[in-house]
């Protein structure tokens, strides 16, 4: 029977040690390490300390290791959109349907508080009543025809504005918000395009009076101008400008080649008569 030498007993030796300390490694490698996904951002839950640390700076996407005992929560920080049904009153409590979708995201260094105080169910816990609560809190002030005018920015502005307000005390960055497919009770939208219309009307009629008033306007003034010009023509014909036009006309007439027979001074008030052949 062969007896092991002393050589070969201290190379089993770290065979052993080797595998004692790699095995377990190999065994909790994954309860080692983590790896945060992209657009991520992970917090450490320490179990056997106070859970997490809203202080700590969150693990950035990649590669990281960890006690085996603690967990990593990982929260998206991309943005992120959030779409909600909303029925809400007016001022004149008529109920108006829409839809509104907020673009958001967490805010990176306040992870651990978002975390500890409100957790990873936030856009529930959150976000929701907030749209549900702003909205009708800033629709409740203006009447229902008033989203037809240019109001309807002021009133998404306000909206944006509380909104805002609300989700960045709760650590959650507001990136904008859009308000579609509102809706008004049927009576009020027929008897909105009943005024639209009535208004276009109206609006039609006086261009036509205006469009007459000026018409009208146009012929007075060339009117006036047809009399003043008869008034200057009259006051400067006299008999003798006549006479002086009617011998002017003789003498181009006199050299003409056509034959004719002038006689000078036989017609009306003294004027040449012009007899053709």
Same mark, same amino acid.
């Given at each position: 029977?062969?007896?092991? *030498? ?14 004692? @300390? ?12 983590? @790896? ?12 056997? #300390?106070? $859970? ?26 991309? %943005? ?26 967490? *805010? ?10 409100? #957790? ?22 203006? +009447?229902?025809?008033?989203?037809? *005018? @240019? ?11 509380? +909104?805002?307000?609300?989700? =960045? ?20 939208? %027929? =008897? ?30 060339? =009117? ?21 036009? #009617?011998?002017?006309? @003789? ?13 000078? $001074? =036989?017609?009306?008030? $003294? +004027?040449?008569?012009?007899? $053709?052949?």
């Amino acid at each position: 029977m062969h007896t092991p *030498t002393q050589k070969e007993k201290t190379r089993l030796k770290l065979i052993a040690i080797s595998i004692i @300390t790699i095995l377990p490694v190999v065994l909790l490698w994954s309860s080692l390490t983590v @790896t945060v996904d992209s657009g991520h951002a992970g917090l450490t839950f320490h179990t056997f #300390g106070n $859970g997490v640390n809203p202080e700590a700076e969150p693990l950035t996407s990649g590669f990281h290791f960890k006690a085996p005992w603690d967990e990593v929560y990982q929260y998206e920080i991309r %943005q992120q959109e959030l779409f909600e049904p909303l029925e809400v009153l007016s001022s004149n409590l008529l109920k108006i349907s829409m839809d509104m979708t907020v673009f958001y995201q967490p *805010t990176y260094d306040k992870l651990g508080y978002l975390e500890v105080e409100r #957790g990873r169910r936030y856009e529930s816990k959150v976000i929701q009543p907030a749209m549900r609560s702003v909205a009708r809190e800033v629709i409740a002030k203006y +009447l229902p025809e008033e989203f037809n *005018t @240019t109001k309807r920015e002021e009133i998404q502005t306000e909206i944006e504005t509380r +909104l805002a307000n609300k989700l =960045a005390d709760n650590y959650i960055q507001l990136n904008d918000v859009l308000i579609r497919n509102i809706k008004l009770p049927n009576t009020l939208e %027929q =008897a909105i395009e009943r005024k639209l219309q009535q208004e276009q009307e109206s609006l039609e009629y006086e261009f036509r009076i205006e469009k007459a008033t000026k018409e009208a306007d146009r012929k007075r003034i060339e =009117a006036e101008g047809i009399r003043d010009f008869q008034n200057i023509v009259s006051q400067s014909i006299n008999d003798d400008l006549l006479q002086w036009k #009617g011998i002017e006309a @003789t003498t181009e007439l006199s050299h003409s080649p056509n034959s004719k027979v002038v006689v000078i $001074g =036989a017609g009306e008030n $003294g +004027l040449p008569l012009i007899l $053709g052949d």
